[in-house]
């Protein structure tokens, strides 16, 4: 049964620094493991979207890693920003089923 | 292009009343799902459809939850009776299927039930 872990639950950083927050799983026959963003009250918006053969994905000031083998995504913030300050969620769809098992989100805080 | 669409965006009701949400998925996105997220935690997979059909219902708590997509466009979610653990915000995603990798969701605002 996959499991998806995401370290650390809360995170709180100055404006400007350059932060990464880590997803793991438990099950590397993995489909697609995409990373969303969550504002308080609101629905969730994709960031990113790692097909299971890709190293990584790259969107602006995020970068997105993949390694299948540790069963780890990293996602990389640069230059980090207030307007970041956000639930950051990852998702993993397993082959087979499709089914996305998300983790319970890194709370990022940017101080101005 | 509009988004996903839900309604209402917040829900008050009693223990063991009943209460219904609507979603409507992006034009030409054929799988829907519907997602329960109680505070602190991600996203759970209720109910998971591919047009009119049900791809995957294995975490819907079918003995008070149930949920249709009869012209495989919108959705209708229901609970009855509901109870206070079903206290959450119900998310609803579509995308353009679900077979490749490349197919992405997109979530609506969602709808928060809080019952009292």
């Known amino acids: 049964k996959q499991e998806v872990t995401q370290i650390p639950a809360a995170l709180s950083v100055p404006e400007g620094e350059n932060l990464v927050l880590n997803c793991s799983f438990t099950?590397?026959?993995?489909?697609?493991l995409q990373w969303f963003r969550q504002d308080p009250g609101k629905g969730l918006t994709s960031l990113l979207l790692?097909?299971?053969?890709?190293r990584e994905q790259t969107s602006g000031r995020l970068n997105a890693s993949l390694d299948k083998s540790s069963g780890r995504s990293t996602l990389y913030i640069a230059a980090s920003q207030p307007g970041d300050s956000a639930t950051y969620l990852c998702?993993?769809?397993?082959?087979?089923?499709?089914?996305?098992?998300f983790g319970t989100g890194t709370r990022l805080k940017v101080l101005a | 292009e509009a988004g996903v669409a839900q309604s209402p965006r917040y829900k008050i009701i009693e223990k063991r009343q009943s209460v219904a949400f609507w979603c409507n998925p992006i034009?030409?996105?054929?799988?829907l799902y519907w997602y329960q997220q109680i505070l602190g935690q991600g996203p759970k997979l209720l109910i998971q459809?591919?047009?009119?059909?049900?791809?995957?219902d294995s975490q819907l708590p079918k003995d008070r939850f149930s949920a249709e997509r009869l012209k495989g466009v919108d959705s209708t979610l229901k609970i009855q009776p509901a109870k206070l653990e079903d206290s959450a915000v119900y998310l609803c995603?579509?995308?353009?299927?679900?077979?490749?990798?490349?197919?992405?969701?997109?979530f609506g605002p969602g709808t928060r039930l809080t019952v009292t």
């Open positions: 099950d590397s026959a993995i489909y697609n």
């Open positions: 459809f591919q047009n009119n059909g049900v791809v995957d």
């Open positions: 995603a579509s995308s353009f299927g679900f077979r490749r990798q490349t197919y992405e969701q997109y």
């Open positions: 790692i097909q299971s053969s890709q």
């Open positions: 034009s030409g996105h054929a799988t």
């Open positions: 998702a993993v769809s397993t082959s087979g089923t499709y089914k996305y098992i």
